[in-house]
């Protein structure tokens, strides 16, 4: 931890892999030993989220209870977790028209997802209901920190003057089932997280 792994993710050229590919923490002996050593958890852990972890295998044994809180927050931070924070959308359109779009994610984990899925909105009004990708966006090129998205979508036929229901989620490739959740607690059980009515003009 001090010299040896370091070195050799510099001298192996793979200080960038965790850009493309998950990185895999499992412990040299189990934290029940570090703290019985006296090891500087708080040490550990930073390196572990330097190095861009995406889980941790601490093996088949207890965690000492002094560090259940401590550890639980690292896995936490291990991964990515997109949160949530902004969404912009107009409080009206006109039928046929587009729907101007905006958000601000961030991924406050220490890595990405390595799998693409796909943002998407969610139309809705009364049994009518459309999905529409953002298709511009590439998940996996969603690092730690601030991600944009921003679009118009048209609006698609069929919807009528009143008030629509505009939901968010990524949803698979090819399906429109929402795969990852967003780090929200407003969302609904299968995933979508709401963002409230847009008035469609008669």
Known sequence: TFDCYP??????????????????????????TWYREGFDLDFIMAQGLKFHGTYFM?????????????LAAFCQRLGYRFQLRQVALPDSIPARGELAFEAWIENVGVAPLYHRYVPALRLRQGDREEVRRLDNSDTREWLPGDIWLEGKLALPDGFRAGPME????????????????????EQEPDGWVPLGLVMVAG
Do not use: T
């Open 7 to 32: 070195r050799a993710v510099v001298k192996g050229r793979v200080q960038n892999a965790w850009q493309k590919a998950p990185v895999c923490f499992e412990s040299c002996w189990v934290p029940a």
């Open 166 to 185: 505009v939901a968010l989620g990524l949803v698979h490739p090819q399906s429109d089932e929402v795969r990852v959740r967003f780090a929200v607690a």
């Open 58 to 70: 601490p093996k088949s044994n207890p965690i000492p209870g002094p560090w259940i809180d401590k």
